[in-house]
């Protein structure tokens, strides 16, 4: 299984997926590589192919409210990153993730954690509305590992447990 951070710290809130990958990185599951992609696109198309399961963990700009934590997997996924609902920065998700599938190198299991972004502009650090979103954001990604990688089932009454409606939605 591959975690696949990406973003540009350069450009505020569109760092959030570094940051998100840096805080799973730094309690790493067994069996699971954790990548910096940064904004190399579909430079990592030859990272990504042949993989089981892939987690993207980005600043994801959907049009909801700064701090907006965004989690898909599966088909929804796919349907999502089709639709151009994507990540914050140009070379995005969403293209890795059309050509992957278009090669025949998409990985089996596909997920999305993200943070939707306040400020997308020159300058360091992540807003208070990205920065208080990541904790939740974290906790996410940790069930979707571990549900890739099957070590855990959560139970839905559980803490930290991940309820998926039947667009799979997180």
Known sequence: MLVLGLGNP????????????????????????????GTQGLALLGRIAGRRALLIVDAVKAGAAPGTIHALRGTAALEWVWCGATTAHESNAG???????????????????????????????????????????????????????GETVLHPSSPGAMLVDERGMI
Do not use: K
Not at 116 to 144: D, K, N, S, Y
């Open 10 to 37: 350069l450009l505020g809130d569109d760092g959030a997926g570094l940051a998100l990958l840096e805080e799973l990185a730094a309690a790493p599951d067994a069996g699971v590589e954790y990548l910096d992609g």
């Open 95 to 149: 293209e890795l993730l059309a050509a992957a599938t278009l090669l025949g190198m998409a990985p089996a299991e596909i997920a999305i954690v993200g943070v939707e972004p306040e400020r997308l502009e020159i300058g360091m650090g992540l807003t208070g509305a990205v920065r208080r979103a990541l904790p939740e954001a974290v906790a996410r990604a940790r069930a979707v590992i571990a549900e890739m990688v």
